[in-house]
């Protein structure tokens, strides 16, 4: 095994130039270091000025995920032994604007994120003297897989219709409003739908499924986007069928 | 929001999708042939439809066109067809328990039973099709 390996890192920086230009590093390969480690050695120790995101450096914060020769991936949750020889190429996720080196604009995403309430929704809260919303495991089970979403962004990046059509909410977004509407204390769920029926919303994806290969935390948001249609399906035709039925 | 930012800032880059994005990735790839094989799907309903018109016209209208559908060159490009078609439902039909999440007894039905449930109705189909064209 050789004692280092090439980093292609993508580097933009604005006040200086126009168009994003690669620039190779040579990084030592030590045993159980993730690609992070590798961007910061660099950092570290090569060049003081590349400027990435993150934080926990434990598949939690969701701040890291880049493009890894092509793929996005959490840039923690990645050994850099796997990719051996190199050279390894490391570039802001797609999908979003590049601020600078490996830094995206997200602003569009926590835009989309807040848009769909992705938060209990309550016709009427109880008093506080009441106690908790109580709530079984079955019930927790039904959800809980798409609470696991960590924001990491990774399956807008793998999304080519988010690529082509900016306007779709995308399938973190839509993910996390199936957690709450499957959530038994929630009550949102039509205000939810009021928002996802539309064309940007879950009519907008024509299942490509890369969103769910690529999700870190196993949400399958792919699988939640379908279920979604599913049942703004049936819910058209109940509503069509029998008119009289409350909403 | 501050007041200084400005969603579109001119020295942001932004990459360009190109026109090719699909062959970049084997994943794309399968993606954009499941969804284009669609359309031969809707060519051997109108095929069956034409099949149905030419039946209605008459012994000599059938025969002709079965003389068509004889002919080498029409035999291969239904062949391709028919690999098409099949590449379409195949890859449909495996997304199907993606979407479907059917529960009896409180549990959820796995995803092999619903694969399975659909590959029996894809097959109860075609014999029930092939007995009515071909007869008992």
Not at chain 1, 8 to 27: A, D, G, Q
Not at chain 2, 13 to 26: D, E, G, K, S
Not at chain 2, 114 to 121: D, K, N, Q, R, S
Request: contains cysteine; hydrophobic residues 45%; charged residues 20%.
């Amino acid at each position: 095994m050789s004692d280092t390996v090439t980093m292609e890192v993508l580097r933009y920086r604005p006040e200086e130039e126009t168009e994003p230009t690669y620039e190779s590093f040579e990084v030592p390969v030590q045993p159980e270091w993730m690609i992070l480690d590798g961007l910061n050695h660099i950092k570290d120790q090569l060049d003081g000025s590349l400027s990435y995101r993150w934080a926990c450096r434990m598949g939690v914060c969701g701040s890291c995920g880049m493009l890894v020769n092509g793929r996005p991936v959490l840039t923690c949750a990645t050994y850099m032994e796997s990719l051996l020889p190199g050279p390894i190429r490391v570039e802001p996720l797609r999908g979003f604007p590049v601020i600078r080196d490996l830094v995206g604009d997200i602003t569009d995403f926590m835009g989309k994120l807040a848009a769909v309430k992705p938060y209990i929704v309550r016709e009427e809260e109880k008093p506080v003297e009441e106690g908790e919303y109580l709530q079984t495991p079955e019930e927790l089970a039904e959800y809980k897989q798409y609470s696991m979403c960590i924001n990491c962004m990774l399956c807008y990046s793998a999304c080519p219709i988010y690529r082509i059509e900016p306007d779709f909410i995308g399938p973190a977004a839509i993910a996390l409003a199936q957690r709450y509407n499957l959530d038994s204390r929630d009550e949102g769920a039509q205000e939810r739908m009021d928002v996802l029926s539309q064309h940007a919303g879950i009519w907008g994806c024509t299942l490509v499924g890369e969103c769910s290969e690529v999700c870190p935390k196993d949400v399958d948001p792919a699988g939640a986007i379908q279920r979604y249609k599913v049942s703004a399906t049936v819910d058209f035709f109940k509503s069509v069928l029998m008119p009289w039925r409350k909403e | 929001m501050n007041p200084d930012y400005r969603p579109y800032h001119p020295k942001w880059f932004r990459r360009r999708v190109p026109i090719f994005w699909w062959l970049r990735q084997a994943a794309y790839v399968k993606f954009i042939s499941r969804e284009l094989t669609c359309l031969l799907v809707a060519y051997v309903a109108i095929l069956l439809l034409v099949f149905v018109a030419a039946v209605d016209r008459g012994e000599a209208s059938y025969l002709a066109l079965v003389g068509w559908l004889s002919q080498p060159m029409v035999v291969a490009f239904h062949v391709a067809v028919l690999l098409g078609t099949l590449f379409h439902t195949v890859t449909w039909l495996n997304l199907a328990p993606m979407a479907l999440v059917v529960k009896v007894g409180g549990r959820r039905v796995p995803a092999r039973a619903i694969l399975l449930g659909h590959y029996f109705a894809w097959v109860a189909c075609t014999i029930a099709v092939a007995w009515a064209l071909v007869g008992p």
